[in-house]
């Protein structure tokens, strides 16, 4: 049979167990109340652009067709401009001038 000492020590061990078993608990709580706040802005944001896209119109669409065109465009004109820059710079590296 156990002693009065032995039972306070398991009990004095239980309670320790237990706070730290509720601070872990705490702690999952937060971070599930954080993951829920995401998730809900997510879900939030996802049906506002859904709404967005189902309210489009074709003058949207072809706006933005002509600025991805616009766009691809400056972007084409930039490389190659920039493949020229490179090539000059690889002619003159090589000691051929121009005048």
């Given at each position: 049979m156990?002693?009065?000492?032995?039972l306070?020590?398991?009990?004095r061990?239980?309670?320790?167990?237990?706070r730290?078993?509720k601070k872990d608990n705490?702690?999952?709580d937060?971070h599930?109340?954080?993951?829920n706040?995401?998730?809900?802005?997510?879900?939030e944001?996802n049906?506002k652009?859904?709404?967005?896209?189902r309210n489009v119109?074709?003058?949207?669409?072809?706006?933005k067709?002509?600025?991805?065109?616009?766009y691809?465009?400056?972007?084409?004109?930039?490389?190659?401009?920039?493949?020229?820059?490179?090539?000059?710079?690889?002619?003159?590296?090589q000691?051929?001038?121009?005048?």
């Amino acid at each position: 049979m156990s002693t009065v000492k032995e039972l306070e020590a398991l009990l004095r061990k239980a309670k320790k167990e237990n706070r730290e078993l509720k601070k872990d608990n705490e702690e999952k709580d937060l971070h599930i109340k954080f993951l829920n706040e995401r998730l809900d802005n997510w879900a939030e944001k996802n049906a506002k652009l859904r709404e967005d896209l189902r309210n489009v119109t074709v003058d949207d669409v072809i706006a933005k067709q002509k600025a991805k065109a616009e766009y691809n465009a400056s972007q084409s004109k930039s490389l190659s401009e920039q493949l020229e820059i490179q090539e000059q710079k690889k002619i003159d590296s090589q000691g051929i001038t121009h005048g």
